[in-house]
């Protein structure tokens, strides 16, 4: 009997003590949760622009000839999971013997590296002088220009004229031209540049700094200038 008393006495109070020792680590628990939270929460805030700045990415750049500012350019990068999507577009407002305005909007797109659509469009005193789109289908790129399709010989494109203010191409030996269709041989010159000459006989000088294009150098058979970053 007093065996039985004691044992009931002693289960009582551990039972009491289990639920103290219970309702302090729910405390603690809860309290730990709250705060692992409120770490989560400001940790991802603190992100975010981080990550907003790795999608979408803007370069502004003004156009130099004989010294004068002649127009601007702007381009536009952003990328969404394995694709991305490049955008340029310039004005240049200059005189020969009568003002010329010149507009030119360019887009590529990438999907897991790859050239998946590109299309050049250039105005000139408000005439259409270039319309062209270039699209992969299936395994091979299709050209539409005049309403005329021409299928391309080559089947990957991994980086082309656009994509090279965006990317230093440190291990590249050449680079799409969409105006031209063709692949162009990349040398590297002897102040650090990046030179691309065309089958025109023009060419364009690519300058980096810290990966991210400065300046570019275009030779034209009639003129010269230069494209450079706005700080």
Request: net charge positive.
């Amino acid at each position: 009997m007093i065996l039985f008393i004691i044992y009931t006495l002693l289960k009582k109070y551990f039972s009491q003590s289990g639920k103290k020792v219970y309702l302090k680590v729910g405390k603690f628990l809860n309290a730990f949760i709250y705060r692992l939270l409120i770490y989560l929460l400001i940790r991802f805030i603190a992100f975010i622009p981080i990550l907003a700045i790795a999608q979408n990415s803007q370069l502004n750049y003004k156009i130099i000839r004989n010294g004068t500012d002649i127009g601007w350019l702007r381009l536009e990068k952003n990328c969404a999971g394995n694709k991305s999507e490049l955008l340029l577009v310039s004005e240049i407002k200059t005189k020969a013997i009568l003002p010329i305005t010149m507009f030119a909007r360019e887009s590529s797109t990438f999907e897991n590296g790859k050239l998946i659509y590109s299309s050049q469009f250039r105005k000139t005193n408000g005439t259409t002088k270039l319309d062209k789109q270039t699209k992969l289908v299936i395994d091979r790129y299709e050209v539409l220009e005049n309403g005329e399709k021409v299928k391309l010989a080559f089947p990957t494109i991994n980086t082309n004229l656009l994509s090279l203010y965006f990317q230093e191409p440190i291990t590249s030996n050449s680079v799409y031209c969409d105006k031209q269709q063709c692949f162009v041989k990349i040398t590297k010159t002897a102040d650090g540049g990046y030179k691309m000459k065309f089958p025109n006989g023009n060419s364009n000088c690519f300058y980096y700094k810290e990966g991210i294009c400065t300046n570019v150098k275009i030779d034209h058979t009639f003129y010269s200038a230069e494209i450079i970053i706005n700080p």
